[in-house]
């Protein structure tokens, strides 16, 4: 009897521990749609091909249309969840959630790409300010 007590509370644990887990996985999929990251997969990978079709001129139209039939941003989607669910709580998940459904939420996910794009673009210029620097500094002491 006890055994079998045991046994049933294992496993009502382990199906409250996945019924859990199900949950979160969920809210975090609604969240990275409302924070844009769905829609980002989807250009970042029909910029990627377009960089292939650059690459391959002579490769027929037809071919990229169907890797990008073949490609699924899910599949991101899914490699990412864990990452969300490995730093976030579901109370974390809750709270972005409520915050991607505001107003500064909304513009938030709005402008992230173009932040970030701009910011790149900031990033390399000042990094090739510091290796210039540095390419001069290392001149004058005789480096070079």
Do not use: H
Not at 102 to 130: F, H, N, R, Y
């Amino acid at each position: 009897m006890k055994k079998l007590l045991f046994t049933l509370l294992i496993c009502g644990s382990a199906y409250s521990i996945f019924a859990q887990s199900e949950t979160k996985t969920k809210k975090i999929r609604q969240m990275l749609e409302l924070n844009g990251s769905t829609n980002a997969s989807a250009q970042v990978m029909k910029t990627m091909l377009g960089s292939f079709e650059k690459m391959y001129p002579k490769v027929d139209k037809k071919i990229w249309e169907e890797f990008a039939k073949e490609i699924k941003t899910d599949d991101l989607i899914e490699l990412v969840i864990p990452v969300y669910d490995k730093y976030y709580t579901e109370e974390d998940v809750d709270q972005l959630i409520v915050f991607y459904n505001s107003p500064i939420g909304k513009k938030v996910a709005e402008t992230l790409p173009a932040i970030s794009q701009e910011s790149m673009v900031a990033g390399q210029a000042w990094g090739k300010q510091i290796a210039e620097k540095v390419v001069a500094k290392l001149k004058d002491k005789g480096y070079n």
